[in-house]
């Protein structure tokens, strides 16, 4: 158990819609990562966060948002939904400081757009 | 030249034998290289990794190699159990971009 959480689990939606995903840091890290896996891209980053901030982004959609909330938890917000959005969405999270920064990944959340 | 090149794509190894993987970048900043397992319905989880001031680092049965004028790792696995089946990803960093850059995985089965 990295000590990420990701809630929902699975999430089954219609084209169209707008879903919530989030997640929670381990205790102390300040930085939150989302991460895409789908079968014919991989693992792709597609934004960061820190202490509240966006500090980096990658191959994120503009039908995608992101905020990580004061208490550090973070949601990925995904709207006009297609059926190629259909993936694996992963938070992992990191201190954020100190040369490593190893970046623990959570347990991911399954969408399927239907 | 953010790419990370992952090589074999699948691996089948017989239990006690030696798994490996390799990967390549182009990408000189790149100053942090850690391999990821990841089980089937679960989130990748940090194996090891490594910086390029060294050439080799091991855990346990787990040992990164690092070629730093060829720009090459590789993860190898000693004694490999079939447990260790899953996918590995390797992954690359940069000083100034903490994202991670994912290789495209290598699914590993070791047979019994």
């Known amino acids: 158990d990295s000590g990420v959480t990701q809630t929902p689990k699975h999430l089954i939606t219609a084209t169209g819609q707008r879903v919530t995903l989030r997640c929670s840091p381990r205790s102390g890290d300040l930085s939150v990562y989302w991460y895409q896996q789908s079968l014919d891209q991989g693992l792709q980053f597609l934004i960061q966060?820190?202490?509240?901030?966006?500090?980096a982004k990658g191959n994120i959609l503009e039908r995608f948002s992101a905020q990580q909330f004061p208490d550090l938890h973070s949601e990925l917000n995904l709207s006009s939904l297609e059926l190629g959005d259909s993936a694996l969405y992963f938070c992992?999270?990191?201190?954020?400081?100190?040369?490593?920064?190893?970046?623990?990944f959570g347990p991911g959340t399954r969408l399927t757009v239907l | 030249q953010q790419q990370v090149k992952q090589s074999p794509q699948s691996l089948i190894v017989q239990k006690g034998g030696i798994s490996i993987i390799n990967c390549a970048y182009e990408?000189?900043?790149?100053?942090?290289f850690p391999w990821y397992q990841q089980f089937p319905g679960k989130g990748p989880a940090l194996l090891i990794a490594?910086?390029?001031?060294?050439s080799e680092k091991k855990e346990g049965r787990f040992t990164i190699s690092f070629n730093k004028s060829a720009k090459q790792f590789s993860l190898h696995i000693m004694d490999s159990q079939p447990g260790d089946s899953a996918t590995y990803f390797c992954a690359a960093r940069s000083t100034g971009r903490r994202a991670l850059t994912f290789g495209s995985g290598t699914r590993l089965q070791v047979q019994p």
């Open positions: 990408n000189t900043a790149f100053d942090y």
């Open positions: 490594i910086r390029p001031d060294v």
């Open positions: 966060y820190y202490n509240g901030e966006e500090r």
């Open positions: 992992a999270s990191s201190v954020a400081t100190g040369a490593q920064g190893e970046q623990f």
